[in-house]
């Protein structure tokens, strides 16, 4: 009779045979597909826990979850149906919406209203939200009206009720896709991946490397309208970025150039030469706020606020000679590969 123990090496053998076979960790793989109006798409080396087919299901299902709560494309969304409710009632919001929504009102205390996401109104008027998008600038009296309806101190979320003071229209456009950044970075984690690029619509965050131990490395574009020109090549390492700009989104009378991006305490898009703000954060979900209010702010006040802060920000500003490029001191630490994020 043979005995087992000799039985036993063969199988060792053969396990160690296949474990050398398999190339996962030196292998990139790539998932992507559609989402919130643009696309998504993660690349990871390693095995998922329960397979790829089950991570690209995890993925669409956690992506949706975050469309039925904060798209104001679908009228059956949670703040779809908080911009629908009469005056006093309140809406019962998810952990993650909450979770949101509070990020977004931090930052709106921070930067004294530059960045308000009560601001749908104006942005409907303007025609960069769901209402037809339009070629001309509104009226004062429109815009003034539309603007008497944004305050972001109108909210009130108690737990998870958030009450509609009357009139509000919340748009989280500013932000969730940062939190659908992060979010699909948990569903990667929880599958066992820890080395992994996520990407939705140009907002990214980064776990871990590439095979070989080569770091992550994403492009910033310079803000020209209708040229794909890179500016700056970034290593990404257990950080997130997020860039926001009006080069890509915007519309144009008689040599003026009216940009998504609106100031709500005037009511009208932003004037300055700030061409597009990037911002390094460990959240994606903050990095996506914070380079919508920074761009709001402007180049002088944005900058004053990164540096008291200590915030990785790179600005572009358009010039008289082509785009310049100012950055924080911690922004290029990073650069530099002296430091990490925040």
Same mark, same amino acid.
């Given at each position: 009779?043979?005995?087992?123990?000799?039985?036993?090496?063969?199988?060792?053998?053969?396990?160690?045979?296949?474990?050398?076979?398999?190339?996962?960790?030196?292998?990139?793989?790539?998932?992507?597909?559609?989402?919130?109006?643009?696309?998504?798409? @993660?690349?990871?080396?390693?095995?998922?826990?329960?397979?790829?087919?089950?991570?690209?299901? =995890?993925?669409?299902?956690?992506?949706?979850?975050?469309?039925?709560?904060?798209?104001?494309?679908?009228?059956?969304?949670?703040?779809?149906?908080?911009?629908?409710?009469?005056?006093?009632?309140?809406?019962?919001?998810?952990?993650?919406?909450?979770?949101?929504?509070?990020?977004?009102?931090?930052?709106?205390?921070?930067?004294?209203?530059?960045?308000?996401?009560?601001?749908?109104?104006?942005?409907?008027?303007?025609?960069?939200?769901?209402?037809?998008?339009?070629?001309?600038?509104?009226?004062?009296?429109?815009?003034?009206?539309?603007?008497?309806?944004?305050?972001?101190?109108?909210?009130?979320?108690?737990?998870?009720?958030?009450?509609?003071?009357?009139?509000?229209?919340?748009?989280? =456009?500013?932000?969730?896709?940062?939190?659908?950044?992060?979010?699909?970075?948990?569903?990667?984690?929880?599958?066992?991946?820890?080395?992994?690029?996520?990407?939705?619509?140009?907002?990214?965050?980064? =776990?871990?490397?590439?095979?070989?131990?080569?770091?992550?490395?994403?492009? !910033?574009?310079?803000?020209?309208?209708?040229?794909?020109?890179?500016?700056? @090549?970034?290593?990404?390492?257990?950080?997130?970025?997020?860039?926001?700009?009006?080069?890509?989104?915007?519309?144009?009378?008689?040599?003026?150039?009216?940009?998504?991006?609106?100031?709500?305490?005037?009511?009208?898009?932003?004037?300055?030469?700030?061409?597009?703000?990037?911002?390094?954060?460990?959240?994606?979900?903050?990095?996506?706020?914070?380079?919508?209010?920074?761009?709001?702010?402007?180049?002088?006040?944005?900058?004053?606020?990164?540096?008291?802060?200590?915030?990785?920000?790179?600005?572009? !500003?358009?010039?008289?000679?082509?785009?310049?490029?100012?950055?924080?001191?911690?922004?290029?630490?990073?650069?530099?590969?002296?430091?990490?994020?925040?």
């Amino acid at each position: 009779m043979t005995n087992p123990v000799f039985r036993l090496f063969p199988l060792l053998a053969l396990l160690a045979l296949l474990a050398a076979c398999d190339d996962t960790t030196d292998r990139l793989s790539a998932l992507n597909g559609p989402t919130m109006g643009t696309t998504w798409s @993660v690349k990871f080396t390693g095995t998922p826990t329960d397979g790829v087919p089950a991570l690209r299901q =995890s993925i669409e299902a956690a992506l949706e979850q975050v469309n039925a709560d904060m798209s104001t494309y679908r009228e059956d969304a949670t703040i779809s149906r908080f911009n629908r409710a009469e005056a006093g009632r309140a809406v019962t919001v998810s952990d993650d919406f909450a979770r949101v929504l509070n990020e977004a009102l931090t930052i709106s205390a921070d930067t004294d209203g530059a960045y308000d996401v009560t601001i749908g109104p104006l942005v409907n008027l303007w025609g960069f939200g769901p209402d037809p998008e339009r070629f001309e600038p509104p009226p004062q009296a429109e815009v003034d009206a539309a603007r008497a309806r944004v305050g972001w101190q109108k909210l009130t979320l108690n737990g998870d009720q958030l009450t509609q003071p009357g009139g509000v229209y919340l748009d989280l =456009s500013s932000i969730a896709k940062g939190f659908a950044v992060d979010k699909v970075a948990g569903v990667m984690e929880q599958a066992g991946i820890r080395n992994y690029l996520v990407e939705i619509g140009g907002e990214l965050r980064a =776990s871990g490397g590439k095979p070989q131990g080569q770091p992550w490395r994403v492009a !910033v574009e310079r803000p020209i309208p209708g040229v794909r020109q890179m500016d700056k @090549v970034i290593a990404l390492r257990d950080l997130s970025i997020a860039t926001s700009g009006d080069y890509r989104n915007f519309f144009e009378v008689d040599g003026k150039v009216y940009s998504h991006t609106i100031d709500p305490r005037t009511g009208y898009p932003v004037g300055h030469q700030l061409g597009s703000v990037t911002v390094l954060h460990s959240s994606c979900m903050v990095a996506d706020g914070l380079a919508t209010a920074l761009t709001v702010l402007g180049p002088e006040k944005g900058l004053a606020f990164a540096r008291a802060r200590e915030l990785p920000v790179l600005f572009i !500003v358009r010039g008289d000679d082509g785009p310049e490029e100012i950055m924080t001191d911690a922004f290029r630490r990073i650069l530099e590969g002296e430091a990490g994020g925040n």
